[in-house]
């Protein structure tokens, strides 16, 4: 596990984390990794658009997953969302792959990458390739916090055919919101 922290350290991206100092008082047993991340962390972020959940008490990997378990089916686990509401999930189905819920299509994306991988592709420029079409200047000059799950919605929405980046109203909302109303979206869309 060392590993990941060395990764983290010698990364070029902008990787900030709060140390988690109490024990983990759930019983998260794999992907290993994850439970070392629950038990040494209580966030992770990334260049200031991406939040690994750790064990944070009020906006962690607890609360979020409450929340994400009644907008979306069970058999995922959320692991980590970005400032657009991206969400980015362990399919305990596909034998804990990783699929990331785009919120320009409203699709689930199979990233063909487990829990371990996730935690490096996250140190690498990679990243900002994945995220090049989405994360536009304009949402830096927001004041926004991952740290208390804050979020942007973005009007028109940006799967609509209607959204062009430099025309775009920019909100902050709290991550709960956007959740809610992306998955109202996605349901309907999908019948």
């Not at 959940?53 to 997953?65: A, H, P, R, T, W």
């Not at 999930?89 to 990233?111: G, V």
């Amino acid at each position: 596990m060392e590993k990941i922290i060395a990764e983290f350290d010698k990364s070029s991206n902008d990787i900030k984390f709060l140390e988690f100092n109490k024990k983990l008082t759930d019983s998260i047993e794999r992907p290993q990794e994850l439970k070392f991340i629950l038990e040494h962390f209580s966030y992770v972020t990334v260049n200031g658009y991406l939040k690994i959940l750790g064990n944070d008490s009020e906006n962690g990997f607890s609360y979020c997953n409450e929340l994400f378990s009644k907008c979306y089916n069970s058999n995922r686990c959320l692991i980590a969302y970005d400032i657009l509401c991206g969400l980015f999930a362990i399919n305990i189905e596909k034998l804990n792959a990783i699929e990331y819920f785009a919120p320009d299509t409203l699709e689930w994306e199979d990233l063909e990458i487990d829990y371990k991988d996730f935690l490096y592709w996250v140190t690498t420029n990679q990243l900002d390739t994945f995220y090049q079409e989405l994360i536009v200047p304009d949402l830096f000059t927001l004041d926004l916090s991952l740290e208390s799950n804050e979020v942007v919605l973005t009007y028109p929405f940006i799967w609509s055919m209607e959204y062009t980046p430099s025309g775009a109203v920019r909100k902050i909302v709290p991550f709960k919101e956007l959740l809610e109303m992306n998955a109202d979206f996605y349901r309907q869309l999908k019948m």
